[in-house]
């Protein structure tokens, strides 16, 4: 426990230290969402309509651009062979580096979300409710993104083949995501209940597959 | 005789005896005739009375799509299961064959399910006016496709066989997920989609004239999986036969070249 938040930390303080990996998602984020509109036209009803949906699926494009830098850096410096004789297990490396990207990406992401969807025109009541979804689902994806750069870890083309590997499984996330913002009545609390177990189910499940694979490229 | 690689262990002895390549490649090289004239046979009597069933009342001529369409989607599903089970199977024993066998199942798996992808559109465009509608069923077997897609990709990405073939079985493994939720997403979200109706706890709702030619085209598409999933697995085995002879070649050229080396020196 004492070497996984001693991990923990070291990863967030070098995010915050450097912030270029922080700045990149939320560069990468604000410009997806406004690069939308140019798209589809003005229309300020349309907009708000489709805003959950637009913010989502920028969101998941974020993470997946972070993530491939997860375990790359670590590889490319000997810090993950280190890592990987040290005492702790590589399913709690790989958790803890999950757990980082979801605070160091999804976390701000998650803070400028209000200022993205009054961009959107989204309506103000709707705000509250897209975080929750957000801050339910999003752990989940880091988790699952965290599996997908164990992955293609040192590949060649390892940063291309990702998003094609981890965006059908993000799939049921987007779906309850924004199927909690759908209006329909009691839409909310069953979506957010089964984003909540999916979440849960990748964050108990994916350290398993993510150690497999980081084991495998470690070899 | 059912695919041999994955039916469960009845007994340990008998189950180490087939998963033995050299074993695998008579007992398949003497099944195999045998298994693709009893699916000729089958797609025969199957295609006939595809084509001899009376119209739907509701449907008309269209419903003969069904008799492509259902068993190449229950096919899509039932090739990424064994391409898991495969790669449990070779994540916990490191058995070649494991590997062998969801390596060939994939772009078996891809095919069929590009298949029912395309069947299904074109049923779609006179019974809901569209070729594509963003229904949970369809939704979530082309999601199956693009996890096909990505487990071919991503072995084909990694140069070593070894890495490759235990990279793909992690991702096989992570992707099951989606398998239960394709089942049941017509039975959990009512969409355009219709319910099951062969299987169903109150008897098949499907008339006896188009049921029986279903059933026999089922059957026929699985055997047809079973012919390719061996003749694919076959053509594996040979291959990495072949690799293993090359490689022992440039070895053999390599050693003899420095011994020459030496002897000049």
Not at chain 1, 88 to 105: M, N, R
Not at chain 2, 193 to 213: C, E, K, M, Y
Request: charged share 10%; net charge positive.
């Amino acid at each position: 426990m004492k070497a996984f938040l001693a991990l923990l930390t070291r990863d967030l303080t070098l995010a915050l230290r450097q912030g270029s990996a922080i700045g990149t998602a939320l560069g990468f984020y604000l410009i997806a969402v406004s690069i939308i509109p140019l798209g589809l036209g003005p229309d300020l009803a349309l907009l708000s309509r489709i805003a959950p949906g637009i913010l989502w699926i920028s969101f998941l494009l974020s993470a997946v651009l972070s993530v491939d830098a997860l375990f790359q850096e670590d590889r490319d410096d000997g810090s993950l062979d280190a890592l990987a004789i040290g005492p702790l297990p590589s399913e709690l490396i790989a958790a803890s580096k999950s757990l980082a990207h979801w605070l160091t990406t999804c976390v701000p992401l998650i803070v400028v979300t209000p200022l993205a969807g009054l961009l959107l025109n989204m309506e103000l009541d709707a705000v509250p409710k897209l975080l929750a979804t957000l801050a339910v689902g999003t752990l989940g994806i880091s988790f699952v993104a965290g599996a997908g750069a164990a992955l293609t870890l040192g590949l060649r083309r390892g940063a291309l083949l990702l998003p094609l590997l981890i965006l059908p499984l993000f799939a049921p996330f987007l779906i309850f995501g924004v199927g909690a913002l759908s209006g329909a009545p009691g839409a909310f609390s069953q979506s957010i209940l089964l984003l909540g177990a999916l979440s849960l189910f990748s964050v108990a499940a994916m350290p398993f597959a993510a150690a497999l694979a980081l084991r495998l490229s470690l070899e | 005789m059912a695919d041999l690689t994955n039916t469960e262990t009845i007994r340990p002895g008998w189950f180490s005896t087939l998963a033995n390549p050299t074993t695998f490649m008579r007992l398949s090289g003497k099944v195999l005739p045998w298994l693709t004239i009893a699916t000729l046979l089958l797609f025969a009597v199957g295609l006939t009375g595809a084509f001899l069933a009376p119209p739907d009342y509701q449907q008309g001529e269209t419903v003969r799509i069904m008799f492509i369409h259902v068993p190449s989607a229950w096919l899509a599903m039932m090739c990424y299961t064994i391409i898991a089970i495969s790669s449990a199977g070779y994540l916990i024993w490191r058995h070649p064959l494991a590997d062998v066998s969801a390596k060939a199942a994939a772009p078996i798996g891809a095919t069929f399910t590009l298949l029912a992808l395309v069947t299904g559109s074109l049923w779609g465009k006179p019974m809901w006016g569209a070729y594509w509608v963003w229904d949970a069923r369809l939704t979530s077997v082309l999601i199956l496709f693009f996890l096909y897609l990505g487990l071919i990709a991503l072995r084909q990405a990694i140069d070593e066989p070894g890495r490759a073939g235990r990279a793909a079985a992690i991702l096989a493994l992570i992707g099951a997920v989606n398998i239960p939720i394709i089942k049941y997403s017509v039975n959990w979200w009512n969409t355009l989609h219709q319910p099951a109706s062969v299987i169903r706890a109150d008897g098949p709702t499907i008339h006896s004239s188009l049921l029986w030619p279903l059933l026999v085209m089922a059957i026929a598409f699985t055997l047809l999986f079973v012919v390719l999933h061996l003749k694919a697995m076959r053509a594996e085995i040979l291959r990495r036969r072949c690799d293993a002879l090359i490689a022992r070649h440039v070895r053999g050229d390599a050693a003899r070249a420095g011994t020459e080396e030496a002897a000049n020196a």
